[in-house]
Structure formats: C-alpha cells, structure tokens
C-alpha cells in the first residue's frame, strides 16, 4: 500500500510538471499563434474586417477580394518542390567509411519513401511561409502485425497549433529543446473506446478536473498529450584497449573481463523519453532511441525583439497592399457599374402613363421611350435627360496598379518570377531578374535546410539503434534505384565477404540542394543533344547515355543495344562477346587436352625434383666423407709430430743433465751455427721434411741434417 502510494505521488509529481511545461509554453507562443491564425485566414481570403463588409454589403455596395496571397505563397513552395534539399551522410572517424555512409543515405530515402516524406515536408514547409511555423515529426512502428522489425516513420503534423516546443530553444531547428508536447482535444465518447481501461474512462463526472487542470477536460472533450522530456543519467564511461568507449549501463550483466577496460570516468547522458498523459494519470510510456526530441520545427522570418521572439511569415506585410487592392477593385467596380443609374430629369406629368417603362429603363434595352412633350400645366418642355456624371475611373485604376505594385515590393516577388514579359530580351537578364525574387524570399528555403538537416541527424542517430538485428533492408539510390542489402551481418558481394555494422563510427549529415534527379537528366540530355549536333563523333563516343537519358519509354533497353555497338577501348572496360556453340565446344575440348598435357608437365617435373635431390644427396655425402677422411689425416700428423717433438726435447734435457752432473763447463750451444735453426735436430737425428719451417712458420718440404754424436 505504501509502494502504490508512493508511486501515485510520483506521478502525479510527474504530470504536474508536465501541465507547468504545457502552460509556459502556451504562454509563451500565444502571441505568435495569433498572428499565425490572422495570416491563415487572410490567405484563405478573409481580407474584409467585419464592420467595414457589413456595412458596405447593406447598401448594396461591392465588396470584392481580389486575393494574390496564395500567388505569392506558391512562387516560394513550388520553387522548393523543384529544387528540393537532400540529406548527405559522410564519415567523420576511422571507424566509419563511405560504403556504410551510402547504406545509410539508402535508407533515408527508403524511409522517406515509405513514410512519404514529402508530402509531410512540403506541408509544414507552406505552413512556415503562410503562418510563420510548420512542424513534422519522427516516429517509429512495427514493419506489420506479425513482425518484432520496427521500421521510422516521418509523419505530418496537420495542427501545427497542436505542438508545443520548448521555449527556452535558441536553434531554429529545435535541435536543444528540452521538451515538447503534441495534444489533441478527444471527445469523451472516442476517448473511452480508445482507453477503456482508463482511470479517466470510468470517471462519470470531470469537473473536479476541471478545476485542477484548467483547459485539460470539459464536458465534452479530454485532452491527451504525447509528452517528450528529456531525462538526465548518471553513468560511468569506459574506455576498452581498442580505443572505443561503453557505458556502464550497456555492459552485459555477464561481464567480467574487466582487463579490456583501460579508463574509466562519470558522465552524466540524456535519454528521450516518450509519455502519453491525460490530466491525471500515464497512458503509455516508453523511451526514444534518440537524444534530440522527435518533432522538427520549419520557421518563417526570425526576429528577435528584445528577448521576446517574432515569427513572420510572406503574407504579414502584404496585407496592406492586398487590403488597398481589395478597395481600389471594389471602387472601380462601383464606379463603372453605377454610371448607367444616373437619374432622368423629368418634368411632372411629362412620363404620366408610362411609367412602367421608364422605371425599367435602366433594366430593359427598350428601342425608344416614349414622354409627353408638355408638363401638368401644359408648358411645352424639353425631353428628359441623364443627370451625367463621370466618375474618377482612370485615377481609381492607376490607384489600384500602384496597390498591385506595392503587393510584389512587400512579397519581393516581382514580375519576372510571376511570368509577365519586362524590358529584358536575353534569357540570361531573365534568369537574373527571376533570382531577385528567390534571394528576397530565400530565408525560407533556408530555415527549411535547416530542418531537414536536423532531420538527418535523428535518423542517423536512430538507425543503428531499430535496425540493430541481422535483417535485409531496402536502399534507394539517387535515381531512384532499388537494391537490397544484408545489415549486421557477413554477406557476400562481388567474391568478397563483407560486414556492414550501422553502429561502428560516427557519420555527419550534410544537405545538398537542386533540381531533382529527373530534371537534371532531362537538362543533361537536351545538353547532349546539342553537343551532338555541333560534334558528330560524340554519338559514337557517348550514344549509349545520351538514349539513357531520354525519358521515352524503351530508353535503357536501347541504350543497352549500342553500347554494344562502341569500341570497348571507349568503354574503357572489355565487351562481351557472343561465342557460337562450335567455337565454346572447341575451346572446352582444348582446354581439357591442356589441363592433361599441363598435368603431366607437372608430373614430370616433380620427378625430375624428385632426381636431382636424390644425385645431389649422393654428392653430398661423398663430400663430407673426403673432408672426413683429410681430417683424420690431419689429426694423426698433428699427433705424430707433437709425439717426436716430445720425445726429441726430453732426450735433450737428458744430455743436459748428464753434462751438469759431469761440472764440466762447456757451451751448451755445441754444433755449428746453423744446429741452432729449429729446423734442424739438435740431437743430430734427420728432422722428417714435414716438420722442417721457413722463417714464417711455412713448411719447406727439405731434408733436414745429421748431427754427429
């Protein structure tokens, strides 16, 4: 019982700030709707202030509308229409790239596609320029019953009074509002069929509402608002070793692999947030897969006046000069048509029986009208005459011409973008004189940019986040060509696996504007054409595109049919050639005999491997035992002489010590000079000639000398 408590206070916290928001917003674009509302219903043609028509229509006076305003609103729409904005996504870090970029701009345009965008553009794009402001907005919903695949929708706003946007927003685009609201007034009957489950539905009396929330129920009709808000989190940001970041809140509950996590800090995100109220309780609740609200504003002329925002739109100052045409029409009008009245001068009794036909002469084309030459008293007078008067038509009428100028000054529309013939001959002048008209009203086209920009960003944004699951999706390109692509999965396209994830990266939007995609094709082939006539080679370098670019049907199969017809080298890439079946069987019997005739080069060449390594092996091992074999040799003459040596100094060091011990002194350098050479024996034994050195050590390869005892 506490919990429900608690909660209901909870609640109704909730939707107590929600009616505050509601009510500041009202406050604060009240004036704006109003002169919104004027500015509508002076383009519908209510043009007449209501005293000043009543009392005209009460004598009979005309009281025309001549209303140009819708001329002037539909130069500006329909110049947009045919040269429409588009969205442009492209790449801005090193994980995203320009094919997932295009995936991205496919399905944008399938989105707008689907939703038929531009019907809820061009609505709330005629709404900025009649009244000031225009809204659309961003939805999402089930592809159909019987799917979990959610699909974005744009969605018109019929009522742009019917939307309420943060205030406090300083973009034109609304893109850091915090809060806004799209209500409808339901009557009571259609609100219990819509939630019958309701605590409202099972209410029988609403006056107590009422009074709590002034304007949100009466005794027939309810108010049900969707509210969007925007809700502060705290969170924790990791940062992983592959340089990407996680919130805390994403991680799986799972996770423990906490070593990936190289830093970490708090962070506070914004998450949108989506309710459907009434005065009294939540209907439905969920959360926005975007950080901006989804409902776009499009302005007319923003104008800020020391804080307090004006919005214009092109009807608010034409209204003087359409009101002073209005007169001067009605004037002019007046004035011809009461020429024909002006009264009979007549003497009395000189009509007397025939009045009947004198009261109908200003009715009846009568061939004469008859009168009585004299008067009561028998006076012969003259014949009845018109009291003639000339009204002021010709002033009247430059005095509308001038009301007909002041109209296209305010508007900024002038004779050149309306189509009337000016002093300017050369279609360059033209065109020039018709672009003064388009940079005058071009605020507009800008404002509109804007918002369709902003737009671009909510999709990108809310992409990744519907089409987060492995599924096939529609792109559209440019020229309106459809493919079909596999998302958040491996798929195979042109022999290459490929992997598109929609939510690695982060992508830009960018608009471009101009023509649509059939009227630049329609300019391009008229240029072709020409380019023709003066050039007749380019048929045969670019025929194929210059049919591609007609719009008569069976364009692209001719085209197709001389393409083929163009040297491949033009092409830049080689054309296919028919073979006849002859030739193909030919060709495949020939490549079977050199598939064999290759197989057994190969064979053979494996084996003639298979050889050498054998004949290199044998060398190799006779080698090795001939190095072998030295070595040893090697060995035993090194041993050999290391033993004689040994030998031959011991039996000197015995001859040594016998003449010590015999103290006879004697030189122990005995022999001629040349004993004392290492070559030589001292003992007087020939040394063999392989121990015999020159001065550097170098065998000499000589007989050695005898030494006598």
Known sequence: MATNKKESKKVEKFLKTARKRFNLADEAVKEIRKKGDEDLQFRLGNQWDDFTRKQRESYGRPCLTINRTPQFIKQITNDMRQNRPSVNVSPVDDLADKDTAKIFKGIIRNIEYNSNAHAAYDYAFECAVTRSYGYWRIATDYINPESFDQEILIKRIKNPNAVFLDPTAVEPDGSDADWGFVFEDVLIDDYKAMYPNSELASMDDWSSIGEKAQGWASSDRVRVCEYFYKDQVEDTLYLLEDGSTIFKSELPEDFEDFQLIK??????????KWAKINACEILEETEIPSRFIPIVPVLGDEIDDNGKTVLESVVRNTKDPQKMLNYWASAETEAITQAPLSPFIVAEGQVEGYEEIWQNANKVPYAFLPYKPTDLSGQMVSPPQRNSFEPAVMAITNARIQASQDLKDTSGIQDASLGMVGNETSGVAIQRRNMQSQTANYHFIDNFMRSIKHTGRILVEMIPKIYDAERTVRIIGEDKSEEIVKINSLFERDGKAELIDLSRGRYDVTISTGPSFTSKRQEAAQSMIEMSRNN???????????????????ADEISERFKRTINPQILGEEQEQVIPPQVQAQMQQSAAMIDALTKQLNDATEEIK?????????????????????????????????????E????????RQALLNSEVPMDLSFGPPEMHNPNFNQVGNEVPPEFIQGPTGEPLNEPGYFVED
């Not at 031959?648 to 001859?655: P, S």
């Open 648 to 655: 031959q100094q011991a039996k000197e060091l015995e001859k």
């Open 263 to 272: 830093n970490e800090r708090k962070t506070t995100t914004e998450k949108v």
């Open 610 to 646: 298979t050889k050498r390594l054998e004949l290199e092996s044998e060398e190799r091992i006779a080698v090795l035992k001939m190095e072998t074999d030295i070595r040893k040799e090697q060995i035993k003459a090194e041993s050999s002489r290391g033993f004689f040596l040994a």
């Open 536 to 554: 007749p080679k380019f048929v045969e370098i670019a025929g194929d595109l210059m049919i591609k670019n007609q719009d008569w049907p069976g």
